[in-house]
């Protein structure tokens, strides 16, 4: 099993900037791939990013290319969710994800990613 807490949410006003961390504990041995997935309310979980353990493949959703930046430290077992410029449609509870079996060919869906963290809020006031 592979636990993830994630940390880093908070209110922020619009065009400012969050990061998110994803710290990775338990069974880590192994590469992984790991993504940020998003929940805002009365909507279904869509994707955000993310990075195989390389690093050397990284997915981005299109409402948020330019603006949010995914990255890890596999020495820290963490991944981070830079996001710049935000906007109040980015209010939403942040989840990370993880997974061993993504590739670069691999759908971005919730069913490619097998473990799940509980989520950070994120509130964007205009």
């Known amino acids: 099993q592979v636990q993830l807490v994630e940390s880093g949410g908070g209110l922020k006003q619009a065009g400012g900037s969050l990061r998110l961390s994803c710290a990775a504990s338990?069974?880590?041995?192994?590469?992984?791939?790991m993504g940020w997935f998003r929940q805002a309310p009365g909507k279904e979980r869509e994707f955000v990013a993310a990075?195989?353990?390389?690093?050397?493949?990284?997915w981005c959703a299109n409402y948020v290319k330019g603006r949010f930046t995914i990255s890890r430290d596999n020495a820290k077992n963490t991944v981070y969710l830079q996001m710049n410029s935000l906007k109040p449609e980015d209010t939403a509870v942040y989840y990370c994800a993880a997974d061993y079996s993504i590739g670069p060919n691999t759908r971005m869906t919730m069913t490619s990613f097998r473990y799940w963290g509980q989520g950070t809020q994120v509130t964007v006031s205009s």
């Open positions: 990075i195989t353990w390389s690093g050397g493949t990284t």
């Open positions: 338990g069974r880590t041995a192994g590469t992984y791939a």
